[in-house]
């Protein structure tokens, strides 16, 4: 078996390079561990030393893999550096229309502009450009026009191991407004869920290893 300080070292290196999120098989091939159970055990030793160093780096699990990324606690000083890779994030229409198609996923272009009431092609536009949402079908409607959904980007951009993990919302939304509110509940909170993500690591790391 290999060595745990030499294991670490190598699950660190591969998540430092990687640009998206590394499911834990690929992880495991691409460091030269046994499996996905030890890579991701490796995975939790490594947050455990960033933890106890004070390091202002952590591996998150998203979008269905791991990747190493800046504390949340850390994203003031980091918008400061005009240099600083950091994306631009969606505007408020965007983040109205982009928490509709997160939530009723599938959906077509008329229901969006049905809830929000206004046109919303060229926000649905911008939002595809960006990755954030693609074209998943058509409807059976007259026309067959498109369904959208969200993508891998989505979840990674937003800290969620999958879809399912959006923060569970009740009633319909009927006006632009509900939109607003529960855009301030849901997707504007990304970075709490991330940092709490984060606290539960470990955990939820040892329940992995338990049940591999």
């Known amino acids: 078996m290999i060595d745990d ?9 591969v998540l430092f390079l990687a640009k998206e999120p590394i499911p834990s098989r690929k992880l495991a091939l691409l460091a030269d561990v046994e499996d996905g159970a030890r890579a991701r055990a490796l995975v939790r030793r490594l947050n455990e030393r960033y933890r106890r160093v004070g390091s202002a ?23 400061r550096l005009s240099e600083a890779p950091v994306e631009s994030r969606p505007t408020g229409s965007a983040m109205e229309t982009l928490a509709i198609v997160a939530y009723e996923q599938p ?6 502009e049905a809830i929000r009431g206004v046109h ?6 911008q939002l ?3 990755d954030l949402i693609k074209i998943v079908g058509r409807s059976e409607e007259l026309g067959r026009p498109f369904l959208y959904g969200t ?3 989505f979840l990674t951009a937003f800290g969620l191991t999958r879809i399912e993990d959006l923060p569970r919302r009740n009633g319909e939304w009927t006006t632009a407004a509900d939109v607003k509110k529960e855009v301030a509940k849901t997707l504007a909170a990304d970075a709490k869920k991330s ?3 984060l606290g539960d690591a470990s955990n ?5 290893d338990a049940n591999a």
């Open 204 to 208: 939820v790391e040892k329940r992995n």
């Open 120 to 125: 919303c092609g060229d926000v649905l536009r």
């Open 107 to 112: 959906i077509l272009r008329a229901k969006i």
């Open 128 to 130: 595809l450009e960006q």
């Open 151 to 153: 993508t891998k980007r």
């Open 57 to 79: 780096f952590c591996a998150v699990e998203v979008a269905g893999g791991f990747q190493l990324r800046a504390a949340p606690e850390f994203a003031p000083w980091l918008l």
């Open 195 to 197: 940092a709490e993500r």
């Open 5 to 13: 300080k030499d294991g670490m070292a190598r699950v660190e290196a």
